[in-house]
């Protein structure tokens, strides 16, 4: 060793070593790497792929169709996006982006398949994750659609939505928001974030990548990092906005929701008086009563006659499982109608019920309908064939 160099007394005193770097599992990770890209918001032209007139090539849906054509697909690489577990910061929140994703799915894509349905879906969850768009599932939907330059999604603004939703396609669109909305990844889109029908030819289209075509619609995502999965890792927000259109499609939405939130409140205010030994009985009678047969204060005038039950909910295409199957009745009216229970007898045992009160009642009809009285016509009589025949002639 040269004399400049001295070996340390001990190993106690050598330089810590450098730690290894973390090799990532994830795949995504591997290909485009862990930190996520510095993307310019004004490389993300949001208003111009809205749909409005200027937006779209003035051609047939022929010539439109041969210009998708023309438009080959890209080759870059784009994984499946990661599955998005809806976590509403309340239930009412949690219940809006559920409808706003239904009518997204209806409205866009009930003409196509079951994989056409889950992309448009998929597309939405894109966007929310993206940075250029915004944080909620309703603020996804009805992005524009209070604008003259044109919504993101045609039907919030081409009035669609004055044609109400129902049927086998209303509850299949409900079936895929939910699914989307609880993990349900649509792989073949990737991390899509524009969608069009074959027969229109969009302006923005050349500028972005095309990566599949599933029906009648061709999905694409931004170029370069905007694209890059990295660039979708937004987090959902939780409060979902509610727009004059989504309220018009659904005007009970939440009411019974926030009912069943009073009366769980007062279930809490139960339990704090039970566990005071000072409190009455009609102390926790007068909580109780208040909450089942009260709409809250917070409750406007639709959403309080849903809570009494004057207000069908399956009316609106919504069911809510905080509701009561005989609508038009409160709890407080169920309570009051149930019959009191029978006591047992000396040795414990319940008695038999009483068979007449349970078995239907069948009275017989006094006048019976008498049996119509069938007229068969006459038998036609034919006549009998004279002409003689020739086999007969030899004998």
């Known amino acids: 060793l040269p004399p400049s160099v001295t070996l340390p007394k001990s190993l106690d005193t050598l330089p810590e070593l450098p730690s290894a770097p973390t090799i990532p599992n994830d795949p995504v990770e591997l290909a485009f790497g862990t930190d996520q890209p510095v993307l310019n918001m004004s490389d993300f032209n949001v208003e111009g792929t809205a749909n409005n007139a200027t937006a779209y090539e003035d051609v047939s849906k022929e010539e439109a169709r041969k210009i998708n054509l023309g ?13 998005f577990f809806l976590v509403g910061k309340t239930p009412l929140d949690s219940a809006r982006a559920q409808h706003c994703l239904s009518l997204a799915v209806y409205y866009e894509a009930a003409s196509e398949t079951m994989q056409g349905q889950y992309g448009v879906a998929q597309v939405v969850i894109n966007r929310m994750r993206h940075p250029a768009w915004p944080h909620s599932i309703c603020g996804v939907v009805f992005q524009g659609a209070e604008r003259r330059s ?13 044609r109400k939703p129902t049927g086998r396609a209303w509850l299949l669109a409900q079936g895929v928001a939910s699914a989307a909305l609880n993990g349900f990844v649509m792989p073949e889109v990737g991390h899509a974030t524009h969608y069009h ?20 619609h061709i999905f694409y995502t931004w170029q370069g990092g905007g694209g890059n999965p990295r660039a979708f890792t937004n987090k959902y927000n939780g409060q979902e906005p509610w727009p004059t259109l989504a309220a018009l499609s659904a005007p009970g939405l939440g009411s019974s929701l926030t009912a069943q939130a009073s009366i769980d409140g007062a279930a809490v205010s139960l339990a704090a008086l039970g566990a005071d030994k000072t409190a009455t009985r009609s102390a926790q009678d007068r909580i109780l009563s208040a909450a089942i047969t009260s709409p809250p204060s917070n409750l406007s005038q639709s959403g309080a006659s849903a809570v009494t039950g004057q207000n069908d909910p399956a009316k609106n295409g919504l069911t809510s499982g905080s509701q009561s199957q005989n609508t038009g009745t409160s709890w407080a009216d169920v309570s009051r109608s149930s019959p009191p229970l029978p006591k047992p007898d000396a040795n414990g045992l319940m008695p038999e019920p009483d068979l007449a009160s349970i078995l239907p009642k069948y009275n017989l009809p006094t006048d019976p309908p008498k049996r119509p009285t069938l007229t068969v016509p006459p038998p036609t009589q034919t006549k009998r064939q004279t002409i003689p025949s020739r086999a007969m002639d030899g004998l």
């Open 197 to 216: 029908t074959d027969w229109v030819a969009p302006r923005w289209a050349p500028s972005l990548r095309k990566l599949k075509q599933i029906g009648t």
């Open 150 to 162: 044109g919504c993101q999604f045609t039907f919030t603004c081409d009035g669609s939505l004055s």
């Open 71 to 83: 438009l080959s697909f890209s080759t870059q690489m784009s994984p499946a996006a990661a599955p």
